[in-house]
């Protein structure tokens, strides 16, 4: 099992930027893909970016150019950095573990877009 913790959350002007953390611990060996996803009032949870073990990225259409996912392996931690950020990004915004037979979930970071 995979504990996650994210940060950096926040409130932010249209057109700011924000950078997350997700910070990994327990069973960090096992995971093969880490992911951001988001989830807005009402909506289902969507694919915000998602890198692999071996550091291959992969983006929603809404942010690509505009968001980057990064991680640290020394920190066991995954980033997201967001720029130009819109309205329209506004939602919690969760951290997840793939591994081989179970998918681990952090508790989440409001991101709001308002100015």
């Known amino acids: 099992q995979v504990q996650l913790v994210e940060s950096g959350g926040g409130l932010v002007q249209p057109g700011g930027s924000l950078t997350l953390s997700c910070a990994a611990s327990?069973?960090?060996?096992?995971?093969?893909?880490m992911g951001w996803y988001r989830q807005a009032p009402g909506k289902q949870r969507d694919l915000v970016a998602t890198?692999?073990?071996?550091?291959?990225?992969n983006y929603a259409d809404s942010v690509k150019g505009r968001f980057t996912i990064s991680r640290d392996n020394a920190k066991n931690t995954v980033y997201l950095q967001m720029n130009s950020l819109k309205p329209e990004d506004t939602a919690v915004y969760y951290c997840?573990?793939?591994?081989?037979?179970?998918?681990?979930w952090g508790q989440g970071t409001q991101v709001t877009v308002s100015s």
């Open positions: 327990g069973s960090i060996f096992s995971i093969y893909v």
């Open positions: 997840n573990a793939k591994q081989p037979v179970r998918i681990d």
């Open positions: 890198i692999t073990r071996g550091d291959s990225t």
